[in-house]
């Protein structure tokens, strides 16, 4: 294990689901990477579809980690593995594989119905189940509005079963001037749930 700024590196799964907020996601990516932490991605195949709509970013099939690094505008010593959502004998499929922790951001209710049903039929999917097989941290970065009684029981269930569900809701008493901003705060909460270092947010009272 590596150590940055007196923290051990950790080795994190970050899903996109094909929920909006794309950018969620990807900037989830970029500061886990930024602070020295190893990140494998994965894409839904409506998560590709909503990215390349709503950043305008195409996960290729050929060379994902250079593209994603050229999107992110990171050069230099990371550590990036993209997985293919189809590919059941990618390392995220097993419980032997460590992580610690996984991150689905953003989470479209269909991935937190498969999952709380406990039906994976693709690599996230699975990766998400494993994760709570394992016991192991899996922050569910949710957005739907509104949520209907079935989106609420499948959110209760990831709850019960460990997983902790942030909603994309970003906040205003931060004073927020973009979206930028407003992303940063999102992602924050999350990584907070996960006891990554960050510099995303200002902190209440700080
Ligand atoms: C532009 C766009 C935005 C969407 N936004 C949401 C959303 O915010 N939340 C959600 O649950 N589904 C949303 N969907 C629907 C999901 O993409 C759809 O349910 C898809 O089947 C989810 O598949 P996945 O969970 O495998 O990624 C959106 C679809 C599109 C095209």
Not at 58 to 69: I, K, Y
Request: aromatic content about 6%; proline content about 5%.
């Amino acid at each position: 294990m590596s150590e940055w700024k007196g923290r051990p590196m950790g080795h994190y799964t970050v899903i996109v689901t094909g929920a909006s907020g794309s950018a969620y996601g990807m900037r989830a990516v970029e500061q886990l990477l930024v602070q020295g932490h190893e990140v494998s991605l994965v894409m839904t195949d409506a998560g590709r579809e909503v990215t390349a709509f709503e950043l305008g970013f195409e996960l290729p099939l050929e060379d994902p980690v250079a593209e994603v690094l050229r999107f992110l505008e990171l050069t230099g010593d990371v550590s990036l593995r993209v997985a293919c959502a189809r590919d059941l004998f990618d390392p995220l499929a097993s419980g032997s594989h460590l992580t610690d922790g996984t991150l689905v951001a953003p989470a479209s209710m269909g991935f937190c119905a498969a999952v709380a049903a406990g039906t994976s039929t693709n690599l996230p999917e699975r990766a998400a189940d494993v994760a709570l097989k394992e016991r192991r941290p899996l922050v569910m970065v949710v957005r739907e509005t509104p949520l209907s009684l079935i989106h609420l029981r499948n959110l209760t269930a990831l709850t019960e079963a460990g997983a902790t569900i942030v909603p994309a809701a970003p906040a205003f008493y931060h004073q927020p001037a973009s979206i930028d901003d407003q992303v940063n705060y999102v992602v924050g909460k999350a990584l907070d749930v996960l006891g990554v270092e960050h510099d995303l947010l200002k902190r209440w009272g700080q």
